[in-house]
């Protein structure tokens, strides 16, 4: 069992940063590979981007390549996303989630997920 709590998200303006933090709880932490999603109102849930549990493997959507970087402290149960260069169309609930074994796009494969935290970006 992993429970999942996002913090981190705010109001920005367009340009600006963020760091986002998934902190978890249990002793695996490792064991889990980690996703960000995001959902903008009116809109379906989105990949983000994904950390395997040993930290080695990231992917990213193309939406985010460049501005955005996925790491992880599994000695402190936290991965965190670094949004850099925000844009309006940012703007969404991001969502954390868990699973063990690979990383993955799907969102509907992930078992644990966070409450989620809010990021607006204005222009």
């Known amino acids: 069992q992993v429970q999942l709590v996002e913090s981190g998200g705010g109001l920005v303006q367009a340009g600006g940063s963020l760091r986002l933090s998934c902190a978890a709880s249990g002793r695996t932490f490792s064991s889990y590979a980690v996703g960000w999603f995001r959902q903008a109102p009116g809109k379906e849930r989105e990949f983000v981007t994904t950390i395997s549990g040993s930290g080695g493997s990231t992917y990213y959507a193309d939406s985010v390549k460049g501005r955005f970087t996925i790491s992880r402290d599994n000695a402190k149960n936290t991965v965190y996303l670094q949004i850099n260069s925000l844009k309006p169309e940012d703007t969404a609930v991001y969502y954390c989630?868990?699973?063990?074994?690979?990383?993955?796009?799907?969102?509907?494969?992930?078992?644990?997920w966070g409450q989620g935290t809010q990021v607006t970006v204005s222009s």
């Open positions: 989630a868990a699973r063990v074994g690979s990383g993955l796009t799907n969102w509907a494969l992930y078992r644990y």
